[in-house]
Nanobody, 123 residues
Framework: QAQLVESGGGLVQAGGSLRLSCSVS????????MGWFRQAPGKEREFVAA????????YYTNSMKGRFSISRDNAKNTLYLQVNSLKPEDTAVYYC????????????????WGQGTQVTVSS
C-alpha cells in the first residue's frame, strides 16, 4: 500500500523547464518501480518515464528522451521528473505511479497513483 502526492506543476512559457515531485508514503519505498504518466484532455494516459527501485535503471520512450529526466531519492521517499524545453503539446496532467511488479509501459500494470499535477505550456 502506498500513497502518492504530486507537486511542481504550473503554467510555463514554451522553452521553459519544470521539476515535478512526487512524495510517497508506504512500506519499503525502494522496492517500488516508479513511473510518470501524463494525460491530456480527451486522450489516453501516456507513459513518460520509469525508474527502478534503486534508481540505477531509467526508461523512456524515444519521444521523451533528451527533454525528460526521471530520478528518485529513496532517503526522502520522493520521485522527480525534470522536464526541459517544454512545448505546448506537453500540456497535460502528470501522474506519478508505483508498482511492485517489473517494468511496464502500460498504466494498467501500475498499482498506485497520485492525484496528478497540471502542467500547462503557453505558446
Amino acid at each position: 500500500q502506498a500513497q502518492l502526492v504530486e507537486s511542481g506543476g504550473g503554467l510555463v512559457q514554451a522553452g521553459g523547464s519544470l521539476r515535478l515531485s512526487c512524495s510517497v508514503s508506504g512500506r519499503t519505498f525502494s522496492h517500488y518501480l516508479m513511473g510518470w504518466f501524463r494525460q491530456a484532455p480527451g486522450k489516453e494516459r501516456e507513459f513518460v518515464a520509469a525508474i527502478s527501485g534503486s534508481g540505477s535503471s531509467k526508461y523512456y520512450t524515444n519521444s521523451m528522451k533528451g527533454r525528460f529526466s526521471i530520478s528518485r531519492d529513496n532517503a526522502k521517499n520522493t520521485l522527480y521528473l525534470q522536464v526541459n524545453s517544454l512545448k505546448p503539446e506537453d500540456t497535460a496532467v502528470y501522474y506519478c505511479s508505483a508498482t511492485s511488479s517489473g517494468l511496464s509501459y502500460s498504466p494498467k500494470d501500475y498499482d498506485y497513483w497520485g492525484q496528478g499535477t497540471q502542467v500547462t505550456v503557453s505558446s
